[in-house]
């Protein structure tokens, strides 16, 4: 989750990092009220890069001005996103800019010190003078120190610099930060530092027991950011390119990744893929709700507009198989029985389905269901993949409904394509 | 490792729903679960296993324990694995997910002093088929062999243990790593592990997109592995999130504007290519792969 730059300037004053005077501008006409003297800037608070270059930074110089420039900013959208919020603060005047990070290197399992002696808005420069320092053990100010002699710096900058490092630090443990990043750190001709802009990341896992940090974020109006808080337990796998008629329902993102490799290779096109918790246990409900979880996804994915074919594929347990079978017939029996225009003539084509499979696949079943569904929505149809469980009885209640059921998962690829396809033609 | 059914295993966290449910199948499949912990409900039974308040209490009564299962909640992890490295226990499966990932910074830190063995986070565990389950491993896939299997994903292990076994390519060991995007061990501690286990004649890797030690892993395979080695990638469609990762590089991402999704499945593809490590393309393949690399 990453703050807005008002925000971390917030945590940087409090750890004491200097930053500006500046205030927080919610209206232009709070302008008027302006406690900081001009000159000023006022810079549009998104949660994205690349402000400065879109025109979400203006330099003004009186109230006028700042009104006109604060109109023009709240209604400049930056890679999409409106600001909520302005920030205006006091100008600077820079001899050196740096560029400070504190990191943790997922691939290490460390967190790491970046420094750039040349820092700014010159991407290509900062990323060429990046140092880097590994916090092996248990930081101290000497981790700190190493950064700052291999960005070149001499005297004392050493410490100056250092002890912003230290700082920033400090603050990364104390609220479980992703990324604490200053960029510049601008440096004045007497040698004194300040923090002109700050970007803080979140770790999502830790906001639990960061309730100021969780306020912040539900304060700062950021729609998108919101809704990634209050995840569901559905989750959804994203991919590029969705525009299919395969619907995917998997328990564990892994398998669904697999499953969706599978499609594609076979050259099938995926629209949707759902997941519900790999690690739920189905036979013991107290304690997640993986019932719940499949109901709603079969529910999401039915209801999508160009899906032709689902394929679930859940691997877990007997006793799990069994409930996943149940789960889905009694769905798809009750998407059946709900629909008004399935006539008495449908039910007995229905029942005797049950009784001869020969006859059932071709006509009664699958036409009985596409006939009543014409007039509400094209519902699906199911290739199923579960292993083991005593699943019989359940496959005899859904018979007369177009559910396909493979224990094999290259076959039930393969049956979930030629669906696909002949639902195209 | 050093796991057989004769291993004394402890549970963290025992009480908690999950945890007790666990412990019930473990027990059942032969796993020498002698004691439980969990603070405020020491002195009962669960399963005809002492629970304890503490974990030094329960290593002077049943101790010393060869390994531990932790299933507190993430918040509680971190405190859970300091307390059963101070009571020397070498082995930790952490079952809980979601653990903030500089509580792991710190762990990490300490069993590195330590050389305590870590699992996970958010790890299904380790199971050594007919013998030993430690962890919430659904054993219904798995059947005892000579194929060490490695994983770091989640229920697509199962996909490829039942691959294997309905091949008749029984497996010696079934690790999960975990998916959480720090975890302890590493494919490549595992791999050293596996080379030495006399019960293991070939090892299957199950990686999974996001991530980025593959290149290390595939060279140290070249390089130090002489048993088979046949790997299987899960996610070639679709894209990483963008968090994990190298930490230059995400920070040179984020400088030069919005970050472009890029799949690392590909790429961990080609670097065991490389390292002429074969790679499978469907769970279903990688049986014949095993079994054509044995006969090498």
């Not at chain 1, 014409?374 to 149809?381: G, I, K, L």
């Not at chain 2, 503490?54 to 993430?74: C, K, M, N, W, Y």
């Not at chain 2, 490389?274 to 049986?287: D, G, N, Y």
């Amino acid at each position: 989750m990453d703050l807005l730059e008002y925000q971390a300037k917030e945590l940087f004053r409090e750890i004491g990092i200097p930053v500006l005077p500046s205030q927080q501008i919610d209206h232009p006409r709070d302008l008027k009220r302006l406690k900081i003297p001009y000159p000023v800037v006022l810079k549009s608070q998104v949660p994205t890069g690349g402000r400065g270059k879109a025109g979400g930074i203006r330099f003004v110089e009186n109230t006028i001005d700042a009104i006109a420039a604060a109109r023009a900013i709240f209604n400049l959208p930056i890679l999409g996103r409106y600001p909520q919020v302005l920030l205006a603060e006091s100008r600077y005047d820079a001899e050196k800019e740096f560029f400070l990070a504190v990191i943790l290197d997922y691939a290490l399992g460390r967190p790491v010190l970046l420094g750039s002696s040349q820092g700014g808005i010159h991407v290509e420069a900062v990323i060429e003078h990046m140092q880097r320092v590994v916090v092996e053990q248990e930081f101290s100010p000497f981790y700190a120190r190493r950064l700052a002699l291999k960005m070149g710096l001499h005297g004392n900058l050493i410490e100056s610099v250092s002890g912003i490092l230290q700082k920033m630090y400090q603050l990364f443990v104390q609220k479980d930060l992703d990324l604490v990043e200053i960029n510049p750190l601008a440096i004045s001709s007497t040698g004194e530092v300040m923090a002109l802009d700050g970007k803080i990341t979140a770790n999502d896992n830790a906001l639990g027991r960061h309730s100021e940090l969780a306020t912040l974020v539900s304060t700062s109006a950021d729609g998108n950011n919101n809704q990634q808080r209050v995840k569901s337990q559905l989750t959804e796998l994203n991919w590029t390119d969705t525009e299919g008629n395969i619907g995917i329902l998997c328990n564990g993102t892994c398998l669904a990744a697999t499953t969706l490799d599978l499609i594609y290779q076979a050259k099938g096109k995926p629209a949707s893929c759902l997941i519900v918790d790999g690690y739920a246990s189905w036979d013991l409900q107290s304690v997640s709700s993986p019932v719940q979880q499949l109901q709603s996804a079969l529910q999401q994915i039915t209801e999508a507009k160009d899906i032709k074919v689902v394929l679930v594929n859940i691997l877990s347990s007997a006793a799990a198989s069994q409930e996943v079978a149940e789960v889905i017939a009694n769905y798809l029996l009750s998407k059946v029985e709900k629909t008004p225009v399935l006539s008495a003539a449908d039910q007995a084509e229905r029942l005797t389905g049950v009784t001869s499979p020969s006859h059932r696949e071709q006509s009664s079943g699958i036409g009985t269901l596409h006939r009543q569904s014409a007039s509400v929505t094209e519902f699906p149809q199911f290739v199923i993949r579960v292993v083991g469980g005593e699943i019989d009885s359940t496959k005899e209640r859904l018979a007369a409904i177009p559910v396909h059921w493979m224990d094999n998962l290259d076959k039930a690829v393969a049956k979930t394509i030629s669906i696909a396809k002949s639902a195209v033609k | 490792m050093n796991l057989t059914p004769d291993s004394k295993v402890l549970v963290q966290g025992i009480t908690q729903p999950l945890a007790s449910y666990h412990a019930a199948r473990m027990k059942a499949y032969g796993t020498n679960l002698v004691a439980g912990v969990s603070a405020g409900q020491g002195g009962q039974e669960l399963h005809g296993i002492p629970v304890f308040d503490l974990v030094e209490e329960a290593r002077h009564q049943r101790g010393p324990f060869d390994a531990t299962i932790i299933f507190v909640e993430s918040y509680w992890v971190l405190d859970a694995a300091l307390e059963a490295i101070e009571a020397g226990i070498p082995q930790i499966i952490l079952v809980t997910g979601g653990i903030p990932p500089l509580d792991m910074v710190r762990l990490l830190r300490k069993a590195q002093i330590t050389e305590t063995l870590i699992v996970g986070p958010s790890s299904s565990g380790i199971i050594v088929p007919g013998k030993v389950l430690l962890g919430t491993q659904e054993s219904n896939f798995y059947s005892p062999g000579s194929i060490g299997l490695i994983s770091r994903a989640g229920t697509l292990t199962y996909e490829v243990a039942l691959a294997l076994t309905q091949a008749e390519l029984g497996q010696s060991i079934g690790v999960n790593l975990g998916t959480d995007a720090i975890v302890g061990s590493s494919f490549h501690q595992w791999l050293r592990v596996l080379a030495t286990d006399e019960n293991t004649q070939a090892i299957v890797l199950v990686d999974q997109t996001g991530g980025g030690s593959e290149e290390e892993t595939a060279q140290y395979i070249a390089k130090a592995i002489d048993k088979p080695v046949v790997a299987y990638v899960a996610g070639c469609h679709t894209p990483v999130d963008k968090q994990v990762g190298n930490a230059s590089a995400i920070i040179a991402a984020q400088l030069s504007g919005p970050v472009t999704n890029a799949s690392t499945a590909q790429h961990k593809v080609a670097a065991f290519k490389q390292a002429k490590v074969p790679v499978a393309e469907r769970p279903s393949q990688i049986p014949d792969l095993v079994r054509k690399a044995l006969k090498k």
